[in-house]
């Protein structure tokens, strides 16, 4: 393939929604600049079995394509899901619902706050992005979808308090800390727990965008129980006595996961 050749899907895809196509490479240039504004700050770290005790979920319905949480984080989401007797769960960020579908098989109830398709496209996301909205979860009984914006959507309508909050949606700087700011709002007790997902590019690592953010959002003594939390790209508020450590964040492992993969074919 010679570099016009390879340019070509670039291209097609620049005549077919410029606006989008220039807003999102705006977007992306302005997240490169703040990231690297940001490096050096830092968050409590600890181990994800000192915040639930083991981990034995199954993940289903995963599809390995881009752009969900990773089977480890939707396993912690479930394990900590399940710790509530009827777990009322908001998501921000749903999209194609993996998430969500596997956590609405073990809470009460979901809400998910995700984007419109035409919002999607408006944003500089594909029309095959925004086809896959819901896609997992629309007949879920137990999900109410809303289809928003969460920076501009009015969070009092849902009159709703919540004991997981999980924030997978805007992963700027200025979405993050306005999800969180909601978000801590929204908690509906002293057990209630926020969590964030890419919080880190990896498992180890910190994404000091996402980081400051929630620190931006967060009072002193609120920040004080956030933690970046093993094996996963999360990081979770929690009001549970907890002792931060290290584990779980080097390269020698401490501990092994057992995975199975299963795979089933659709029409
Ligand atoms: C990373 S995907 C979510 C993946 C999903 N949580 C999972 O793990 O399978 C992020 C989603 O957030 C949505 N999103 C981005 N900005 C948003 C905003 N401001 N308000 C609501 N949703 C937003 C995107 O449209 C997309 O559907």
Redesign the pocket.
């Given at each position: 393939m010679n570099p016009k050749q390879a340019a070509m899907p670039f291209l097609k895809l620049l005549f077919s929604n410029p606006r989008g196509i220039l807003k999102a490479l705006l977007r992306h240039t302005k997240e490169a600049y703040r990231a690297n504004q940001f490096k050096g700050h830092t968050i409590k770290k600890i181990d994800i079995l000192d915040v639930v005790d083991r981990i034995d979920e199954e993940v289903s319905s995963y599809t390995y394509l881009d752009?969900?949480?990773r089977t480890m984080?939707?396993a912690f989401l479930k394990a900590v899901c399940r710790k509530y007797q009827k777990c009322n769960y908001l998501?921000?960020?749903?999209?194609?619902?993996?998430?969500?579908l596997n956590v609405a098989s073990v809470v009460d109830r979901c809400t998910s706050?995700?984007?419109s398709k035409e919002?999607?496209i408006e944003?500089g996301?594909s029309s095959s992005d925004a086809q896959a909205?819901n896609f997992l979860s629309k007949e879920l009984p137990n999900v109410t979808h809303i289809e928003?914006?969460?920076?501009t959507?009015d969070f009092d309508q849902l009159n709703n308090k919540f004991d997981v909050i999980?924030i997978?949606?805007?992963h700027s700087y200025k979405?993050v800390k306005s999800d969180s700011i909601n978000a801590l709002k929204l908690l509906k007790d002293n057990d209630s727990v926020i969590i964030w997902?890419d919080c880190g590019f990896g498992m180890q690592d910190l994404r000091y965008e996402s980081i400051v953010a929630i620190r931006d959002a967060c009072s002193e003594e609120q920040f004080e129980h956030v933690y970046r939390v093993s094996n996963t790209m999360c990081a979770m508020y929690t009001k549970r006595a907890l002792t931060p450590n290290n584990s779980g964040f080097e390269t020698l492992p401490n501990k092994l996961f057992n995975v199975s993969i299963k795979s089933v074919k659709m029409n």
């Open positions: 752009g969900t949480s984080d939707i998501e921000i960020g749903s999209w194609r619902g993996e998430s969500i706050i995700s984007l919002e999607m944003f996301l909205l928003a914006n969460s920076q959507y999980f997978d949606g805007d979405g997902h």
